[in-house]
Nanobody, 119 residues
Framework: QVQLQESGPGLMKPSQTLSLTCTVS??????????WSWIRQPPGKGLEWMGA??????YYSPSLKSRTSISWGTSNNQFSLQLSSVTPEDTAVYYC????????????WGQGTQVTVSS
């Protein structure tokens, strides 16, 4: 059974860099070829795909590409998200998600972690 779990800080100040980690169990992110993705949902808004890592290659939303970096750890079955220069508009629930093919819905989701950006 595939499980994903996000971890990271809940409260950030503007201009800081957000770092989140997703720990995956039940599947290998390096040998099972899925889009290991980050998706967020701001309060009162829809889901926003941020980016993914697939077979070591990274893909980013054009609107967030300049501030986003996704990496993966081969030894600990984790992948991470960094979002720089955060503002209150980055306040959201952040999810790590396993997606089988690009543009498909996620088939396994973490429980989500709330990130609030406030001065």
């Amino acid at each position: 059974q595939v499980q994903l779990q996000e971890s990271g800080p809940g409260l950030m100040k503007p201009s800081q860099t957000l770092s989140l980690t997703c720990t995956v169990s039940g599947a290998s992110i390096t040998t099972e070829f899925y889009y290991w993705s980050w998706i967020r949902q701001p309060p009162g808004k829809g889901l926003e795909w941020m980016g993914a890592v697939y077979r070591g290659y990274t893909y980013y939303s054009p609107s967030l590409k300049s501030r986003t970096s996704i990496s993966w750890g081969t030894s600990n079955n984790q992948f991470s998200l960094q979002l720089s220069s955060v503002t209150p508009e980055d306040t959201a629930v952040y999810y790590c998600v396993k997606i089988a093919t690009m543009n498909a819905p996620g088939d396994h989701w973490g429980q989500g972690t709330q990130v609030t950006v406030s001065s």
